[in-house]
């Protein structure tokens, strides 16, 4: 299977929306983990494989791990993060954010054809929001009805 990218797109950084998914995953955590960008402008770094192994013992005591899986899920499931695994020469980084190995071909097109699909979603929402509604169906029975009760209101009015 060829990849549809061969060359890399701008560098992926986050926007506040990220640094919000990001500060929702370190308050669940006894401490901050350097992988998440903190500011806007920080760049969107991939995850090691196997990193969620690393960051379940952080979880602070009394929070489920439900609230970690879907906070991290926010993040990992965005289109930027998508996004910054797309590029060529993306690398997976380890829990304090230094890069440790780059992500494979499959990985590189998986994130990639997930991009194309998020967009086509996009795009076919934005054209039903754009499309009129149908005019309503009426038919003989109801245009009677209708008429029939116009009428009587008016005789009611009298």
């Known amino acids: 299977m060829e990849e549809p990218w061969t060359t890399n797109r701008e560098p992926i950084v986050a926007t506040e929306l990220d640094i919000k998914k990001a500060a929702a995953i370190n308050t669940l955590l006894l401490r901050p983990i350097g992988i998440l ?9 991939p995850f090691a494989l196997g990193l969620w192994n690393e960051i379940r013992p952080l979880l602070k005591p009394d929070v489920p791990v439900m609230s970690l899986r879907r906070a991290t899920s926010a993040f990992l499931h965005s289109k930027r993060y998508y996004h910054a695994c797309a590029q060529l020469d993306s690398m997976r980084h380890d829990l304090a954010g230094n890069p440790i190995e780059p992500l494979s071909a499959e990985d590189r097109l998986a994130a990639q ?33 209708a008429s029939l009760l116009g009428r009587r209101s008016d005789r009611a009015a009298r």
Do not use: C, F, M
């Open 113 to 145: 054809q997930r991009l194309i699909a998020l967009r086509q979603t996009h795009a076919k929402a934005t054209a039903q929001r754009e499309e009129p509604p149908p005019p309503p169906v009426v038919n003989k029975a109801e245009l009677i009805r």
């Open 37 to 45: 960008p903190v500011k806007a402008g920080d760049p969107i770094r």
